[in-house]
């Protein structure tokens, strides 16, 4: 059962993002917006075993928008094994406020890193729903379509750490990867600096360990380089929703190229 004081590491849930626990939608939005309450959902989810384990919302200018932004959540069920160091996990994103649809994406979270991956279309698409047809029986096809697919999950990971880069690969994996989180380019990223791991255990020359190398930085951030005043500056995380999803994404797709 998911209430206000439900706890995330120390912080509980509500302070994190409030917005999930709003039962009423925007008094902005027409009397024709159909509502679903993502409680609600959150709350049928947990009857069929999948968690909360963290969530996060869009920041807003005043505390009354706060109720009714845009929200995601990363869910877990304790029957589904790990994928390597990795636990797969289903995304959920909506809003209250009429600006957003209500999307699941399948996720993977890293344990050695903290660090939470969404997995693209092409492996995984993401399930829209509109609000006027909620009901438990289409969120259950949901889940039951995600363990489905955790084989499909499995094999492309498999593919994935199958295929060795050369250095020259890698180089211009990662010189792509800049690209995706900059759309015009950043000259001041360094690519070995990018390419470093952080840890020995995502040494290597396989394209999923690159991936992985590459993905955290870009979204955790932390990465030290010489900014345009040649000052040494520490790369921010995206913060974002829509940004962290469509990075996330793309970097996903932009390793499946290289397959």
């Known amino acids: 059962m998911i209430d206000k004081k439900t706890l995330i590491g120390d ?13 009423t939608k925007s008094p902005k939005v027409s009397d024709k917006y159909s509502f679903i309450p993502t409680i609600q959902v959150l709350e049928d989810m947990d009857n069929l075993g999948w968690e909360v384990f963290n969530a996060t919302q869009r920041k807003s200018r005043n505390s009354k928008d706060s109720l009714f932004t845009k929200h995601m959540v990363r869910l877990r069920n ?35 890193c903290s660090n939470g991956l ?26 039951d379509n ?32 800049i690209n995706v989180r900059w759309e015009k380019g950043n000259e001041n990223i360094n690519v070995d600096d990018l390419l470093s791991p952080t840890r020995k255990d995502d040494r290597g020359d396989e394209l ?8 955290e930085k870009l979204i955790k951030g932390g990465l030290v380089y010489n900014n345009k ?31």
């Open 146 to 177: 995600m363990l489905k697919r955790i084989p499909a999950i499995i094999n492309k990971i498999n593919t994935l750490n199958g295929v060795t880069l050369n250095l020259e690969q890698q180089t211009q994996f990662a010189q792509d990867s």
């Open 208 to 215: 999923w360990k690159v991936f992985n190398v590459i993905q």
């Open 11 to 23: 912080t509980k849930i509500i302070d994190l993002a409030p917005s999930i626990f709003t039962t």
């Open 229 to 259: 005043r040649e000052k040494m500056q520490k790369l921010r995380p995206i913060i974002n929703i829509d940004r962290q999803i469509n990075v996330n994404k793309k970097l996903w797709e932009l390793a499946e190229a290289y397959v």
């Open 78 to 112: 304790k029957s589904v094994d790990r994928i390597g160091d990795s636990i797969p996990e289903i995304v959920l994103e909506n809003s209250h406020d009429g600006r957003n649809a209500f999307r699941l994406h399948a996720g993977l979270f890293r344990l050695v």
């Open 118 to 143: 969404v997995i693209a279309d092409t492996t995984f698409e993401q399930i829209k729903i509109k609000h006027q047809w909620y009901n438990f029986d289409e969120i259950k096809n949901v889940t």
